[in-house]
């Protein structure tokens, strides 16, 4: 059901006051932290994303600048609808990013992407499952999402089994740039009824 006008411009004022408080708040999980991404790390984000392994599974066409990515920021700083973190691990130190933007009160939904991590930064730690579930916490419990979408390339098998453990299920294969993705969906009854296993296992790794 659609919002009345009434109902819409409460909805969106709402998001807009919640984008606004979290984008000076830091979220801390178990091992890692969401930590509104900052101009100061600007020059880090742009690294990782140029490695030939994120360029690949990002389907980013080419390398990105710094002059690119503070234009982009720009941006972004002028929107409502998009909370974007830098993660954080135990020691503080910037180890990737994830997004949840497109926020949008009337459809009752978000997306959810953007998602980059160092691999040699994690050394086997859960710290890519966990950023996931703190932005999804984020979507459904703060912002009090119904559903989120995300995009997923069909050849990265790693997201997408971690996405189904999640509780995404596929709508469609979707064709962005001439390269295949899964677009899924994920409730928030799917994703309240995985969560405890997936934090239990993170609560075994931090306490092993």
């Known amino acids: 059901m659609r919002l009345t006008?009434?109902?819409?411009?409460?909805?969106?004022?709402?998001?807009?006051?919640?984008?606004?408080?979290?984008?000076?708040?830091?979220?801390?999980?178990?091992?890692?932290?969401?930590?509104?991404l900052s101009e100061e790390e600007l020059p880090a984000l742009v690294e990782l994303r140029n490695k030939p392994r994120t360029m690949y599974y990002l389907n980013q066409q080419h390398t990105?600048?710094?002059?690119?990515?503070?234009?982009?920021?720009?941006?972004?700083?002028?929107r409502d609808n998009d909370m974007y973190w830098s993660i954080h691990d135990e020691e503080?130190?910037?180890?990737?990013?994830v997004r949840i933007y497109d926020i949008d009160p009337d459809k009752?939904?978000?997306?959810?992407?953007?998602?980059v991590i160092a691999e040699e930064a994690t050394g086997g730690a859960p710290y890519g499952v966990?950023?996931?579930?703190?932005?999804?916490?984020?979507?459904?419990?703060?912002l009090g999402?119904?559903?989120?979408?995300?995009?997923?390339?069909?050849d990265?098998?790693?997201?997408?089994n971690l996405s189904r453990k999640l509780g995404f299920t596929l709508i469609k294969d979707n064709v962005i740039n001439g390269v295949h993705y899964n677009l899924c969906n994920l409730t928030a009854g799917d994703y309240e009824k995985n969560r405890p296993r997936l934090a239990k296992a993170i609560d075994y790794w931090k306490n092993r």
Not at 108 to 115: K, M, P, T
Not at 145 to 154: L, M
Not at 156 to 160: C, D, E, G, K, L
């Open 156 to 160: 990265n098998r790693n997201m997408n």
């Open 64 to 78: 990105i600048t710094i002059e690119d990515q503070k234009a982009w920021y720009a941006g972004y700083l002028g």
């Open 108 to 115: 009752d939904r978000c997306e959810h992407g953007s998602f």
């Open 130 to 142: 966990e950023a996931l579930m703190l932005s999804l916490d984020f979507a459904f419990d703060t």
């Open 92 to 97: 503080d130190s910037f180890i990737g990013a």
């Open 5 to 36: 006008g009434l109902q819409r411009i409460y909805e969106l004022r709402e998001t807009r006051s919640i984008v606004s408080e979290y984008r000076n708040k830091r979220i801390d999980g178990v091992c890692i932290s969401l930590v509104p």
């Open 145 to 154: 999402a119904s559903n989120v979408v995300n995009d997923t390339r069909t």
